[in-house]
C-alpha cells in the first residue's frame, strides 16, 4: 500500500470471536476504511456494532481474521508504534502519581528517564493538569482523572490518536470543557498528531468535532453510512447547518434497516430474525416515549433532536427506545422525524387492559423470539421452558451476557403483554395465568 496521505487504511478487515463453545462470531463484515492526514473521523453506531474492536484492529491491538490495516503503508502486525488510545475509563494505578501514570506510557517505549520526565510534565501541563503532577488518582475528579488517561496517551506524541468514547463517563459539563480543551489543541497544531478517530455516541459531539461521521451498523457490524462534515471552526452546534447535519445523523441512526418507511416486511423479516438484539427497552420507558409523542405539542410526529432535547433523553437511550418503537411497529422515522403509526395510536388511546392485547398482537406479529417463545409454550404438554432453552438458540448469534440482556428485554414486554409468564427463581417461562 503506498503511503498516499492515508494514515490508516483498512481492507476488507473482517474480525470473528471465537470461544471455546461457540463457532466464531463475526463482528465486523468487510470493512473498508482509511483515516486521511489532517483528519478527525468519528464513529457512530448502536452499542455492540463492533466499533470498539474496529479501533482495536487498527491499533494492531487485536489481528483481524481477515483483510488487512496498513498504517503509513505498512502492515500493522502487533501494537503500532504511533497509534495511542483513549478508553472511556482509565485504568491508573493507585500507588502512582499523575506525574508517574503519566510517565508509564514511555517506559515501555525504553525512553530515558530525565527524558520521560520532562516530556510527562509537558504532556501535563498541554492537558491542563498543572499543579496535579504529584497528586494520586483517588484525589482527582472524574473528569481530572480522564485527563490524566488523555496526558499518558499524548505523551507518547502519537502521529494517530484512538479515542474510544472517551467523554462518556463524564458529566455533560466537563465533557464539554474536555472536548474542547482537546479540540483546541488539535486546532492549534499544538499536538504533533496528524488523524483522530472518535467514537462517540453523542450526535452532537460527532458533528461538532468531525470532518467525517461514518455510521456503523450492527450483526455483523459494518459501514452502514459515511456523512462528510464539511463546516468551518469553530462550529456552533445551535447553528442551522450544523443541526441539519444532526438531523442528517439522527435520520440513519434512528432507522431500523429493513424498517424504512414503505419497506416494512420486505427485508424487515430478513433483518430481525429470532436472534435479533433486541433494543433492552424498559415498558415504562416504552410507553412514556409514545404517550409523549401521541400528546401536545407533538400530537403524532416530533423532531427526534428535539424530542431529545425537551425529553432530556441521552442519545443513545433514544436509539434504543426509538429502535424499539419501530421494531414493534408502534413508530416510524424519517429524516429525523418520528411519528406514530396508527397502530402506535390506538394504543395511546387505549386503557391499560386494550394496550396490554395491543401490545400482545404487535409482539406475536412484529419480534420473531416473542412469536418463538409463545408456539414453544402453546406446544409444550405443560405450557412451560425452561429459560436455558431460549438462552442457548440465542447463544448461536449473540455472546452470553447478550443472550441474558435479549432475554431479559423480551420476558420484561412478554410479562407486560400477559403473551407469557416467567417465574424468576426456577427460571421458568410459562403460560400460567400471570399475574
Ligand atoms: P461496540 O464498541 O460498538 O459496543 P464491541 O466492539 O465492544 O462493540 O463489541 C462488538 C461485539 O463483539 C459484541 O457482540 C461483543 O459482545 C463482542 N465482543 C467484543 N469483544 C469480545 C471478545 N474479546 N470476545 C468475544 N466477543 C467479544
Ligand atoms: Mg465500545
Redesign the pocket.
Known amino acids: 500500500m503506498p503511503d498516499d496521505g492515508r494514515l490508516i487504511c483498512a481492507e476488507k478487515v473482517c474480525k470473528t ?1 471465537q ?1 471455546a463453545e461457540t463457532p466464531g ?1 463475526l ?1 465486523l463484515d468487510h470493512v473498508d476504511f482509511s483515516l486521511h492526514e489532517g483528519e478527525i473521523v468519528a464513529i457512530l ?10 479501533l ?1 484492529v487498527l491499533a494492531g491491538l ?1 489481528p483481524p481474521t481477515e483483510g488487512r490495516v496498513a498504517y503509513r503503508g505498512h502492515t500493522v502486525e502487533g501494537p503500532a508504534h504511533g497509534i495511542a488510545m483513549v478508553f472511556q475509563t482509565f485504568a491508573l494505578f493507585p500507588w502512582l502519581t499523575v506525574l508517574g501514570n503519566v510517565e508509564l506510557g514511555l517506559e515501555a517505549q525504553g525512553v530515558p528517564r530525565a527524558e520521560r520526565r520532562q516530556r510527562a510534565l509537558k504532556a501535563i501541563d498541554l492537558i491542563g493538569l498543572d499543579g496535579f503532577e504529584s497528586a494520586y488518582p483517588k484525589e482527582l475528579s472524574g473528569g481530572m482523572r480522564q485527563r490524566v488517561g488523555f496526558a499518558r496517551a499524548l505523551v507518547v506524541n502519537p502521529d494517530v490518536l484512538l479515542l ?1 468514547e472517551p467523554f462518556s463517563a463524564l458529566d455533560v459539563l466537563t465533557a464539554e470543557t474536555l472536548r474542547g480543551d482537546m479540540l483546541d489543541l488539535w486546532l492549534e497544531r499544538r499536538v504533533p498528531t496528524k488523524g483522530i478517530i472518535l ?1 462517540s455516541h453523542n450526535i452532537e459531539e460527532a458533528v461538532e468535532v468531525a470532518d467525517r461521521i461514518i455510521i ?1 451498523g ?1 450483526d455483523p ?1 459494518h459501514i452502514r453510512a459515511e456523512i462528510p462534515v464539511s463546516l468551518p471552526r469553530p462550529r456552533d452546534v445551535t447553528s442551522p447547518r450544523v443541526q441539519q447535519i444532526v438531523d442528517e445523523v439522527y435520520a440513519i441512526l434512528t432507522t431500523v434497516p429493513g424498517r424504512e418507511p414503505g419497506r416494512r416486511g420486505l427485508r424487515g423479516v430478513e433483518t430481525v430474525g429470532v436472534g435479533y438484539r433486541l433494543p433492552a427497552a424498559s415498558i415504562q420507558q416504552l410507553v412514556g416515549l409514545l404517550d409523549a409523542i401521541s400528546a401536545p405539542p407533538y400530537s403524532g410526529r416530533a423532531d427526534l433532536p428535539h424530542l431529545v432535547e425537551s425529553e432530556h433523553i441521552e442519545d443513545e437511550a433514544l436509539f434504543v427506545l426509538v429502535e424499539a418503537l419501530q421494531l414493534l411497529g408502534f413508530a416510524q422515522v424519517a429524516g429525523g422525524d418520528i411519528w406514530a403509526t396508527p397502530v402506535g395510536r390506538a394504543f395511546a388511546e387505549a386503557d391499560l387492559q386494550t394496550r396490554k392485547q395491543i401490545f400482545a398482537d404487535q409482539l406475536r406479529r412484529s419480534i420473531p423470539l416473542a412469536a418463538h417463545i409463545r408456539k414453544v409454550l402453546d406446544e409444550r404438554p405443560g405450557h412451560s421452558a425452561p429459560e436455558a432453552r431460549f438462552l442457548a438458540e440465542l447463544e448461536d448469534h ?2 452470553e ?2 443472550a441474558h440482556e435479549v432475554l431479559e428485554t423480551m420476558i420484561n414486554w412478554g410479562r407486560y403483554a400477559e403473551l407469557f409468564a416467567y417465574d424468576y427463581d426456577r427460571g421458568v417461562l410459562s403460560l400460567e395465568n400471570p399475574t
Do not use: A
Request: zero cysteines; glycine letters at 16%; aromatic letters at 12%.
Open positions: 470471536y470461544t462470531r463482528v453506531g448502536k452499542s455492540g456494532s463492533g466499533k470498539s474492536t474496529f482495536r487485536t474510544d467514537v456503523f450492527s457490524g449473540l455472546s451476557e447478550e
